[in-house]
């Protein structure tokens, strides 16, 4: 018993790796096998909650960058209406976007079945949408098929995971 409680008074949310010597197969051995699987399980929500808050930073990251780089053009863009209004509109979409990625992120957090918003939207548009993103953040290095055709699937989500791929590209 002596090196059990020894052990356990080194574990913390920084030692999350010690687990207690099982010295016997009676009671005593069995609380110990108890107490180290709930370690593991602690030991994995801290590393599933720095997984969540790695991808909610990621994922948030370039709507936010889009939307500086839209502001910087609104600053010397004010006697052009077209471009203003195109960048308030894109302002505006980058906005809803980050809304919902959001709420899918609290959707993950819960461990709740995502609703997602299915439907047919065009290849084209999806790709004008990641070209223009990255124009608009100085991004030399992309070129972007223009495809053709449409798809069925949740347009929002379709457009963050080809962001995470081209950004993950760029790095």
Sequence with gaps: ???????????????????????????????????????????????????????????????LAIMKGYTEILKWCKNDNNLFNESLENIN????????????????SKSDKMDLTISYFSVKNLFNKLYNDYKILNIEKIEIARGTGNIKGDFNLILEVMRAWIDNALK
């Design 1 to 63: 018993i002596s090196d059990i409680v020894e052990k356990g008074r080194l574990i913390d949310e920084n030692n999350l790796d010690i687990r207690l010597p099982k010295k016997s197969d009676d009671e005593i051995g069995e609380l110990v096998d108890v107490i180290n699987k709930s370690i593991e399980k602690i030991q994995k929500s801290y590393k599933n909650q720095k997984n969540f808050n790695h991808n909610a930073s990621h994922e948030l990251k370039t709507p």
């Design 93 to 108: 979409d980058e906005i809803d976007n980050m809304k919902n990625i959001v709420e899918k992120l609290l959707y993950l």
